[in-house]
């Protein structure tokens, strides 16, 4: 739940996300490093709820952060501009040219009303309509209610007018999986490393869950092996049974 990172086994793409948005610094000299620019938008997108700061460090803007605690050990503010983990944008931008896609998300900032795409691959042609067209500014947006959350799953209810997009601050990894209205979807990378999905217009009921293969793989492993071991001692066990009835006999 701390959106900083100091594992050597961090997500790359996300730690690349942050050192380009950020200027966040990582490396044996900064195991723990700060964010210097507690006004970035990048925090909101990240459903940072809290703030927490050393006495002395510089106040930040209390239009953006209220202060709840202050005492001689620091400073805890709340996000007032915090984004929900799961939202759906207005504006999708689709740019598939590297250097420009890393340049356009350096210099993002509207985080709550647009989201930056690399690639896309379209269920029907009217949902590459409804996500690229212009809409009109008081045309109503997806509405995105979460009804469960886990570390691990979340379920979902989107009610959209059109073909929308919903991006979170889920970082990006193979192992996510998207289940709309029981039929399993693929999910949409966002904003360079994050968890993203479609839904069509309508009501849909969203399952986000992690399963990875591999752990699978590993659960089919282990239980062969288990299977093995007592198979053997099984096995072992009956030839010592066998050996004391001869020798009795």
Known sequence: EEVRAHDPMANDQYMGFLRLTTGYKTGPENYHPWYEDNETSVLDFLNVRYLLQDPWYKVPDPSHWRLIYDRGDGKIFENLRSLPRFYAVRNVTLEFRDQQFHEKLEHHSDFANTALLENLEVEVPQMRDDFFNARPANAPPAVTRILSAEPSSYRLSVSAPRWSLVVSSVPWW??????????????????????????????????????????????????????????LNTRGRFTTEAQRTRRAH
């Not at 399963?211 to 007592?230: D, F, T």
């Open 174 to 231: 193979p192992g996510w999986k998207v289940i709309r209205n029981g039929t399993s979807i693929k999910p949409i990378r966002v904003n360079g490393a994050f968890l993203g999905f479609a839904v069509p217009p309508g009501q849909s009921d969203v399952r986000v869950y992690y399963s990875p293969r591999s752990w699978w793989v590993g659960v089919a492993l282990a239980s062969i092996g288990m299977g093995i071991l007592v198979a």
